[in-house]
């Protein structure tokens, strides 16, 4: 169970990344942070960040931690803060893999199929180191990027794509996704 301190250090997080992409980004892209998805057996998941664009997706997994990070296996993370102490944690790409697993098939149910790429976003290299060469698992299809690196990483991702696949209407999808987040809010069951 995070600690109220964690909580608000992780939303803070959140809402610095959603700030730099609103800055940053064209107005084409669409963001919305903090949504939920539900899942092929009902239950939901929380992304932090859906960046919408014509041609894709960026599912991110927000990260305001300090000290050394590690991957010590597919599921497990180790941060070592600057007293020595070491603690294990689920792995955020694995987390965040899975949260485009879901989209990915609600989408495909809606009958979009739209390219969905999955980060991790760690807020600071100052406070924060991970470890890349540890992350044998995930970085080709999750990378562990600093927040510095997010908004290049993007652009690149649209340079790639450019002209190349179908183009989506990027208000029909951010509108079909909130539709689907307040359906689960509005749900007896939360």
């Known amino acids: 169970?995070?600690?109220?301190?964690?909580?608000?250090?992780?939303?803070?997080?959140?809402?610095?990344?959603?700030?730099?992409?609103?800055?940053y980004l064209p107005s084409y892209y669409r963001i919305i942070d903090d949504i939920?998805?539900?899942t092929e057996d009902f239950e939901m998941t929380?992304?932090?960040?859906?960046?919408?664009?014509?041609?894709?997706?960026?599912?991110i997994e927000t990260k305001n931690l300090s000290g050394a990070l590690s991957s010590v296996d597919e599921e497990v993370w180790e941060q070592k803060n600057y007293k020595g102490e070491v603690y294990s944690m689920n792995?955020?790409?694995?987390?965040s893999l899975t949260h485009t697993m879901h989209l990915t098939s609600f989408l495909t149910s809606m009958s979009i199929t739209i390219p969905i790429y999955s980060v991790v976003v760690l807020l600071s290299n100052k406070v924060c180191q991970f470890d890349v060469k540890s992350d044998m698992y995930y970085q080709d299809?999750?990378?562990v990027l600093y927040g510095k690196e997010l908004v290049p990483f993007v652009l690149k991702k649209?340079?790639?794509l450019q002209e190349k696949g179908h183009l989506f209407d990027v208000q029909e999808v951010t509108n079909l996704l909130i539709s689907e987040h307040q359906g689960i809010m509005d749900s007896p069951l939360i």
């Open 1 to 23: 169970m995070e600690s109220s301190k964690q909580l608000e250090r992780g939303l803070m997080g959140e809402k610095i990344i959603s700030e730099v992409l609103q800055k």
């Open 91 to 95: 792995s955020p790409q694995l987390q």
């Open 141 to 143: 299809k999750c990378p």
């Open 46 to 59: 929380q992304v932090d960040h859906l960046l919408i664009h014509p041609q894709f997706i960026v599912c």
């Open 158 to 160: 649209e340079k790639e």
């Open 36 to 38: 939920f998805v539900r």
